[in-house]
């Protein structure tokens, strides 16, 4: 009996001992267009996300989180790389057209863990470029299944679907499911569109427990709440929120499914769990959009109802349960981040990010890193700049539904245009940016304008249009021989 306890004892210190020399697991969910009061703890109504709360009790929610750009694409290679998506040239959303892509020379966090050894997947929504030499496969994952871009680029999209199908495939071919670089679905359906938040879930799951003994970098951008909006059957009819909410509830649920896995396998406590959205609600599909909360406007404005979105992660005995951050970050701080808990070298090439470890694990009086956020939109425009509580609006065009009601169960109503001045708004009293406060402080207008002079230096934009010193081409499609 002794022997046995000398034994048991010796094995548990041993096995502690291996847990403390491992390096640690990462597994970052990214959503599609949920806003910032789409998540129970960002105050939800008409549907809960207990996971998700738990995820904010038992780890940290930053209130202050933003994306580089409020659409898919540009937003996707900025958490990626590290870097705004002006520097490495991606904006907007590619398509089925588009014959560009991520650059063979970016390095992504998957890339990065490489060089430590790391399994690498990604379950979900890519959007860097739909060629082979675009696939994540070809930049540092092990493993992918899912969509090569947004669900709604397909011949069911709302401008088109009126029409014959013959009509609907000159505006959109069909849609592909790919599997490394095998398409093994090319005519994705409704029907198939409904099983793919619980497919993505299941691989995630089968990953977790394939890998558990190493380390391994997981990737979960799901294709959903991005309109047209599909749940499955065991989530439908769920919530009192309609579409939308059992939507987000499945989300909720994938989730638990991944924390499970983490728990069951016993790699809770090794496994830093990231979870946020690639940019805030597409307003203009009413009840199959989400809502940005308090903040103003949604996806595609750099109003921050379109790129503060919600971020919480997980870590027990790392991150202080319960804790709450309202400093600002970014979405590019996250691979500078991931490198210095990994000890992975970072890219020798200019990043934007930085490590933002002491705000993410709650560190008493931790400042974030940061002189200014950039955010961008449209053709490499510099919209706003945020530096601490104060977000100087630059002039520029930008879409607003104006008062008015958003469509009904997938149709889309339109949007007007507008124009913004330059402002200057205090997000600490003002997080709706309501009151332009420029009049009354010049010198920080002064001070924002010239952050925004040396990102025109560097990123491009400004008054004269500048090319910016600092931008790296995009990948393009290699010629056929």
Not at 36 to 46: L, Q, S
Not at 201 to 227: C, E, Q, W
Not at 293 to 307: A, C, H, I, Y
Request: charged share 20%; aromatic share 10%.
């Amino acid at each position: 009996m002794i022997r046995r306890l000398i034994f048991t004892l010796a094995l548990s210190v041993c096995l502690s001992a291996r847990a403390a020399e491992r390096l640690p697991n990462f597994v970052i969910v990214f959503t599609d267009d949920q806003g910032y009061g789409d998540v129970g703890c960002f105050g939800a109504k008409g549907y809960t996300t207990p996971h998700l709360d738990r995820m904010a009790k038992e780890g940290v929610r930053f209130t202050n989180f933003h994306v580089a750009s409020a659409v898919c694409s540009a937003s996707r290679v900025a958490l990626l790389t590290g870097c705004y998506n002006t520097r490495v040239s991606i904006r907007g959303a590619l398509g089925p057209k588009s014959t560009h892509g991520i650059h063979a020379d970016e390095m992504t966090i998957a890339e990065l863990l490489k060089q430590k050894g790391y399994a690498t997947a990604i379950f979900g929504k890519w959007h860097l470029g739909h060629h082979e030499q675009f696939l994540p496969t070809n930049h540092g994952f092990d493993e992918y299944f899912g969509l090569p871009y947004s669900n709604d680029m397909w011949p069911y999209h709302p401008n088109v679907r009126h029409l014959p199908m013959a009509e609907r495939l000159k505006k959109w071919p069909h849609l592909p499911l790919i599997e490394g670089t095998k398409v093994v679905n090319p005519k994705v359906t409704p029907e198939d569109q409904r099983k793919l938040t619980t497919q993505y879930t299941d691989r995630a799951v089968s990953f977790i427990d394939r890998n558990k003994d190493k380390p391994f970098f997981l990737y979960v951008p799901h294709g959903m709440p991005h309109v047209p909006l599909y749940v499955s059957d065991k989530f439908k009819g769920r919530t009192e929120n309609g579409t939308y909410g059992d939507v987000i509830s499945e989300i909720d649920w994938s989730v638990g499914q991944i924390l499970q896995a983490l728990k069951r396998n016993g790699i809770d406590e090794n496994t830093l769990v990231i979870f946020t959205s690639d940019n805030g609600p597409w307003l203009s599909y009413g009840n199959h959009s989400g809502t940005s909360g308090p903040l103003r406007e949604g996806k595609g404005t750099s109003w921050e109802g379109g790129v503060r979105v919600p971020f919480i992660a997980r870590w027990p005995g790392k991150i202080p349960a319960k804790s709450v951050i309202s400093q600002p970050a970014m979405t590019i701080d996250l691979l500078p981040t991931i490198a210095r808990l990994s000890g992975a070298p970072l890219p020798k090439h200019t990043i934007d990010g930085k490590n933002v470890w002491p705000l993410l694990s709650a560190k008493k009086g931790a400042k974030s890193p940061q002189k200014a956020y950039y955010i961008y939109y449209g053709n490499n425009q510099l919209q706003a700049v945020i530096s601490g509580k104060w977000k100087l609006i630059l002039p520029h065009r930008y879409r607003t539904m104006a008062c008015k009601a958003g469509g009904m169960d997938g149709i889309p109503n339109r949007y007007s245009s507008a124009t913004s001045g330059q402002e200057l708004y205090d997000l600490r009293k003002d997080i709706s940016e309501k009151n332009d406060v420029s009049k009354a402080n010049p010198k920080i207008v002064k001070r924002l304008l010239a952050l925004a002079e040396n990102a025109y230096e560097e990123l491009g934009d400004g008054p004269k249009k500048r090319v910016g010193k600092g931008v790296r081409p995009a990948g393009q499609l290699a010629s056929s021989k």
